[in-house]
C-alpha cells in the first residue's frame, strides 16, 4: 500500500543540566493517531515540557494513542508508567527492551554477574567490585523504575506506519523509526551533535558480552547510507542532513582504536591499565562508561584480527599480532 499520508512532527525538548543539553522527544501526529516517540525522564521538568508541547498544539495526554520507544535507557522512558497510569495506552518497544524495562529479576542477576566476572577479566579490582556492589543495590534501589504498564514487542520491519529499523551499540534493544517518505529519521541516542554517543558493554540474553563497538559503526554506517534528510535525536540540536557528522565519528572512533593500538604495542596490557592511561582522573569519575569505552574498543581490535588475548589467573592480557 503506498504511504502518501504526511506525518507531523512536534518535538519536545527539556532542558538538562547535564552534558546531554536537552532531553528530547517527539509528538507524531497521522490521521486518527498521535504517537508519542520517546517518553523523556521521569520528572517534572519532562512532564511540563510535554504538557506545554500538548497544549500549545490543542493535544492532551487523552490525545495520545500510543508510546513507542527507542531504547530502554531511563532518560526516553520516564514518563511511560505516568501517563499510562492517567490514560492506558499502548507502548511498543524492541523485544531486547522487555526484560530491562520490566526488570526482571532473572535477567537483571545474570546481568550483575556478567559485569562481575568481566571487571575481573579486565583486572579492575577495588573499582569494579565497588560498581558491581552498586548494580546490586539498584536492583532494589531502582525499582519504580520498573514499567507497570504491558509492552509490546515491536515485529517486522514497519510499526503504525514507520520504518523500523535497528541500530545496535549504543543499546541492544536500540531501534530508530524512520517517516520514509520525507526522510526523516528518530534515531534515539545514535547520533548526537555536540557530544559522541557511547556503545555501553552489555550482556546479551544467555549473559554473552556482545560487541557494541562493532555494532555501533555499523548502525553508523547503514544510517549514513540512509542519506536522511531530518535526523531527530534523543539529546541536543535536531540535525539537517548528517552525513558528514556521522563521518566525523566514525573517523574519530578509527583514531581511538589506533591509539589503543599504539599503547597495546608499547605494552600496556589490560584492560584496566589501559584505562588508566587513557582517561586518567575520568576512569575513576566515571568508571563503567571509561570501561565500556575501552572493553568495545579492545573487542573491535580483536574482531579485526589486530590484538590477541591471554586468560593468566583470571585476568586476560592482551598483545599485538
Ligand atoms: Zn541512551
Given at each position: 500500500m503506498k504511504n502518501n499520508k504526511k506525518f507531523k512532527i512536534y518535538p519536545i525538548i527539556a532542558p538538562s543540566a547535564l552534558s546531554l543539553k536537552s532531553i528530547n522527544f517527539y509528538l507524531v501526529k497521522r490521521d486518527e493517531s498521535l504517537t508519542l516517540v520517546d517518553a523523556g525522564m521521569n520528572d517534572d521538568v519532562c512532564w511540563n515540557a510535554l504538557q506545554q508541547t500538548l497544549k500549545e498544539n490543542g493535544f492532551t495526554v487523552g490525545d495520545i494513542t500510543g508510546?513507542?520507544?527507542?531504547?530502554?535507557?531511563?532518560?526516553?522512558?520516564?514518563?511511560?508508567?505516568?501517563i499510562t497510569e492517567l490514560h492506558p495506552i499502548p507502548v511498543y518497544a524492541h523485544s531486547k527492551s522487555v526484560p530491562r524495562l520490566k526488570r526482571e529479576p532473572d535477567f537483571l542477576n545474570m546481568r550483575i554477574e556478567f559485569y562481575k566476572q568481566l571487571y575481573l577479566e579486565m583486572g579492575c579490582g577495588k573499582l569494579g567490585d565497588k560498581q558491581v556492589a552498586y548494580l546490586f543495590n539498584a536492583v532494589d534501589n531502582n525499582k519504580d523504575q520498573k514499567l507497570n504498564c504491558d509492552i509490546i514487542a515491536i515485529t517486522g520491519k514497519q510499526w503504525l506506519n514507520f520504518d523500523v529499523i535497528e541500530f545496535p551499540g549504543h543499546a541492544p534493544d536500540q531501534i530508530a523509526f524512520l517517516d520514509r517518505k520525507e526522510k526523516r529519521l528518530f534515531s534515539g541516542d545514535l547520533?548526537?551533535?555536540?557530544?559522541?554517543?557511547?556503545?555501553?558493554?552489555?550482556?546479551?540474553?544467555?549473559?554473552?558480552?556482545?560487541?557494541?563497538?562493532?555494532?555501533?559503526?555499523?548502525?553508523?554506517k547503514r544510517c549514513l547510507a540512509l542519506q536522511v534528510n531530518l535526523l531527530l535525536p534523543g539529546h541536543g540540536n535536531i540535525m539537517k542532513q548528517p552525513g558528514p557528522l556521522i563521518e566525523k565519528r566514525l573517523n574519530s572512533i578509527e583514531r581511538k582504536s589506533q591509539k589503543i593500538l599504539s599503547l597495546i604495542e608499547s605494552g600496556i596490557s589490560t584492560g584496566n591499565e589501559l584505562a588508566k592511561e587513557l582517561y586518567k582522573q575520568k576512569y575513576i569519575s566515571e568508571f563503567p562508561l571509561?570501561?565500556?569505552?575501552?572493553?568495545?574498543?579492545?573487542?573491535?581490535?580483536?574482531?579485526?584480527?589486530?590484538v590477541k588475548k591471554q586468560l593468566i589467573e583470571y585476568v586476560v592480557y592482551y598483545q599485538t599480532k
Open positions: 508510546i513507542l520507544l527507542t531504547h530502554h535507557h531511563g532518560d526516553h522512558i520516564g514518563l511511560v508508567n505516568r547520533l548526537i551533535e555536540h557530544i559522541s554517543s557511547n556503545a555501553l558493554i552489555e550482556p546479551d540474553e544467555n549473559g554473552n558480552r556482545m560487541l557494541t563497538l562493532v555494532d555501533h559503526i555499523d548502525s553508523l571509561v570501561m565500556s569505552e575501552i572493553i568495545g574498543h579492545l573487542d573491535y581490535l580483536e574482531y579485526q584480527g589486530k
